[in-house]
């Protein structure tokens, strides 16, 4: 009977998980749900039940944040003042009689035990209050009840709507059992009470194995596998993204606050899919990065799998350990190259890197942003909840809020300006916590501040408008993720420092560009009184888009190890820039990009940035991704050296630029100043540039359909067409999240000839949302390659950066 459950349970915890991945709907994350199992007595006289488990959540949410740190997900009860719904599921008891009940749990502020809550087994509650110990995550023993053989059912029940927790409930009847409080011995007895299979299941070999799937990982994974790779993609959440997944949903910022700076590649990619979806629907990145990375066959997703140690051979890693924060199952991923685009570093902390962490003083880097001495302190994060952000409903009377005892206790004379009923990026814990370290004590920390914060808003603001709107608000939810701004940085041969954001020249090495400030945030956060979220108030912004050096993506000391995004090798002043989600992306399709290299030139990191940096910068080029100081017509372009001619062109807007595949975006000079104000309620301003740029531009007095047609000087062997679009680099990527830009092609067709007479058709697209398109058919001699815009976006003139023509291997 025993081994019956066990083999069944083990398969269904595979097919369960297999569902799960397939059919969440990725926009509502946080209805995340464990695959039900069933309850068995895997080990004599004992019923371990997974509170994740629960057949019925009820108001409790599922959390998986902590998994690596305290064992298990848990169920978090989210209620803000009112309690919620019960959870619920049913054990069947196979043989009846006294049972000891074991719940384990957190005090999550001890001094006020503010997440209380209890169980009832079979229709009867427990005198114990759980939640209340005064302890961390620990067993409380609940008493004993008398059970019949059947089926039983188990309540979690919310007493105080304060963010109660539950691990596991532990029914023993066996007297000398006692669960363990933590560690290996509590891994053992969860496995081994829970039948989750022993033996570590064989995850596959790669050539590339990227941990993370945020703004740099996605990208870093879709780039290696477009290139030739072999592909892991190990993400410990239910959808792709990271902070600026659905369940985050933090904004994409970058260098395009520099107007005709905005990032292109992949993230481009991305943001062009989000703006041209279907009118009224509003994608998030989780959902158009999902439908990236199932388009390469090259990738394979491994999610709600969280890396918790690596082996290495010699100084290499060789692979990396999962858990299954859902059903605790074991995955060993092999690979000859590996990511960490974690953003904490966990990769390279696990495999030996060096690292830094907290903040150097001035001495060490000669950065004026610098402290004065060296310290331990990171940037906090924000509570943020994609579409799950703090809610609050409006009634037609007042609604009373009395600050409750635990919430944080804000400094004398605190005060913020109102941006309305907004909770705000600065909403931060003072820097000396440590994310890394104690992730959950942080993001309990956030949660006590927004308490607080709410009840200022309500009570003590004297900002009377902000107080009389409050007054008829009722806060319903809060967010219960941290999205995190710093963790670990890996050491590289190189450490980008604030000397290099402020440089007036591009290192020869650029394999993407910065151009966010020095943004280090104010390491007091809300016990600053009267601070605004910023270190310093002359921390100086970028005052140009600066390149990113390739030596910072790449370990010191683990040779086979790259990292992209918040963990690469900087100070904490060089992160102020280099953190921001589009730069990480920039960092991520770099990495990708160099790992497919790796793997095609049979080297590590360090050689092939030595031996091939030119390769690895022409072909992010190639990929639209703008390259600080490479202006260079691509070797590989098969009509680099064609004419060029078109059916109309505006000005100095020639066909000929089409050829040029240099610059495909230039800073405004001179132009005019269009202030462009979004119903979301932010306002930007953009350069439209006037005079002559790299692209060909018909003219607006004729009606499309426009054409540029290019002819070579003698028929080219050829399998690809590349066309490089203009999606106005002069607008932030944050209003492009909103509205397609107009001068993006709609509607195009692409033709090829052998002879320059007769066309054949190689694309025809209705809706286009790519900048950088790219058409491959069957190898064929071409001479000419005509390409029509029928309709844009709105502009009145067709617009084309470059018209590519490549062979099969490029």
């Known amino acids: 009977m025993q081994l019956q459950c066990t083999i069944g349970a083990a398969v269904f915890l595979l097919v369960a998980h297999i569902a799960y991945a397939d059919g969440l709907d990725v926009d509502r994350p946080w209805e995340l749900h464990a695959p039900r199992t069933a309850v068995c007595e895997f080990e004599k006289g004992v019923y371990w039940v997974e509170a994740e488990n629960f057949a019925d959540y009820g108001g409790w949410l599922l959390d998986t944040q902590f998994a690596h740190k305290m064992g298990s997900a848990y169920l978090l009860a989210p209620g803000v003042g009112k309690p919620c719904a019960a959870a619920r599921t049913v054990v069947d008891i196979a043989t009846g009689g006294g049972y000891r009940v074991w719940v384990r749990t957190k005090d999550w502020v001890p001094e006020h035990h503010p997440g209380r809550f209890a169980l009832e087994i079979g229709g009867r509650r427990l005198a114990k209050t759980l939640g209340a110990s005064g302890r961390d ?43 363990a409080d933590g560690g290996e011995e509590l891994a053992r007895q969860r496995d081994a009470c829970t039948g989750t299979p022993a033996e570590m299941a064989d995850g596959g070999t790669f050539d590339l194995v990227v941990v993370g799937a945020g703004p740099a990982g996605v990208p870093a994974a879709i780039a290696a596998a477009r290139h030739g790779a072999k592909v892991a993609l190990v993400q410990d959440r239910p959808v792709l993204g990271g902070n600026i997944s659905s369940e985050l949903g933090v904004l994409l910022n970058g260098s395009g606050w520099h107007r005709g700076y905005r990032e292109g590649g992949i993230i481009e990619e991305a943001v062009l899919a989000k703006a041209c979806a279907a009118k009224g629907a509003d994608l998030s990145f989780s959902r158009v990065f999902g439908e990236m990375v199932a388009a390469e066959k090259n990738v394979t997703v491994f999610l709600n799998t969280r890396m918790y140690a690596v082996e290495k051979s010699g ?59 060296p310290d331990m302190t990171t940037m906090s994060g924000c509570l943020l909840g994609g579409y799950g952000l703090p809610r609050m409903v409006e009634l037609d009377h007042d609604v009373p809020f009395v600050t409750p005892p635990w919430a944080w206790l804000l400094p004398k004379g605190f005060y913020r300006k109102s941006d309305g009923l907004r909770f705000k990026w600065w909403l931060e814990h003072p820097g000396e916590l440590d994310d890394c370290k104690d992730p959950e004590l942080a993001r309990d920390s956030l949660l006590r501040i927004f308490f607080a914060y709410w009840g200022w808003m309500k009570n003590e603001t004297p900002d009377k408008k902000i107080r009389a709107l409050a007054a008829r608000h009722e806060l319903v939810s809060l967010p219960y993720m941290n999205g995190r701004r710093e963790g670990m940085r890996l050491v590289g041969d190189y450490v980008f420092t604030e000397k290099d954001a402020l440089a007036k020249t591009d290192p020869a090495e650029s394999i993407g560009h910065t151009g966010w400030a020095l943004d280090t945030h104010d390491p007091l956060g809300v016990n600053n009184p009267k601070g605004n979220g910023a270190w310093r108030l002359d921390s100086p912004d970028i005052p140009r888009p600066v390149g990113i050096p390739y030596r910072i993506l790449y370990s010191t000391n683990v040779p086979n190890l790259f990292m992209a995004g918040r963990n690469v090798s900087c100070s904490h002043v060089g992160l102020g820039t280099l953190r921001v989600s589009a730069t990480c992306a920039v960092m991520g399709q770099a990495v990708g990009t160099a790992a497919a290299g790796c793997i095609r030139h049979g080297v590590m990191p360090r050689e092939y940035g030595r031996r091939y940096l030119s ?196």
Not at 348 to 359: E, H
Not at 717 to 726: G, L, N
Request: glycine content about 8%; proline content about 4%; aromatic content about 10%.
């Open 315 to 373: 100084d290499r890693i060789c692979a990396v350990l999962a858990r299954n924060t859902l059903t605790g199952a074991r995955t060993r991923i092999r690979g000859a190259i590996f990511a960490d685009t974690t953003g904490d570093g966990w990769v390279g902390y696990y495999g030996g890197a060096k690292f830094m962490y907290g903040r150097e003083g001035v001495e060490k880097y000669g950065e004026s942003c610098a402290p004065e001495v």
């Open 137 to 179: 995550w620990s067993w409380e023993d609940a008493g004993t009840v008398e059970l019949s053989a059947g089926a039983v059912e188990l309540k979690l029940v919310d007493l105080s709507g304060a963010y109660a927790r539950c691990d596991a409930v532990v029914l023993s009847r066996n007297p000398e059992f006692a669960p």
């Open 615 to 810: 390769e690895l910068r022409q072909t992010l080029h190639r990929d639209d991704q703008f390259v600080p100081g490479y202006f260079e017509r691509d070797p590989l372009n098969l009509a680099a050296d064609a004419t060029a001619t078109a059916t109309s062109v505006d000005g100095d807007n020639v066909a000929a630029n089409v050829l040029d595949g240099r610059l495909r975006t230039m800073p405004a000079v001179g132009g005019d100043v269009v202030k462009i104000v979004e119903d979301t309620g932010y306002g930007y301003v953009a350069h439209q540039p006037k005079g002559a740029s790299r692209e060909w531009v018909s003219d607006p007095r004729r009606a499309l359909p426009q054409s540029v047609t290019v002819r070579l000087h003698e028929p080219r062997e050829a399998s690809e067409v590349r066309v490089v679009f203009d999606s106005d680099f002069f607008l932030p990527s944050i209003w492009v999240h909103h509205k397609v830009p107009t001068t993006l092609a709609r509607s195009y067709a692409v033709e090829v000839s052998a002879d320059g007479e007769r066309w054949e058709s190689v694309a025809d697209v209705s809706r286009n949302n790519r900048r950088l398109a790219v058409h491959g058919f069957s190898a064929r001699k071409v001479a000419a390659i005509r390409v029509t815009i029928r309709e844009t976006y709105g502009d009145a003139s067709a617009r084309v950066f470059e018209v590519g023509l490549f062979s099969a291997k490029h």
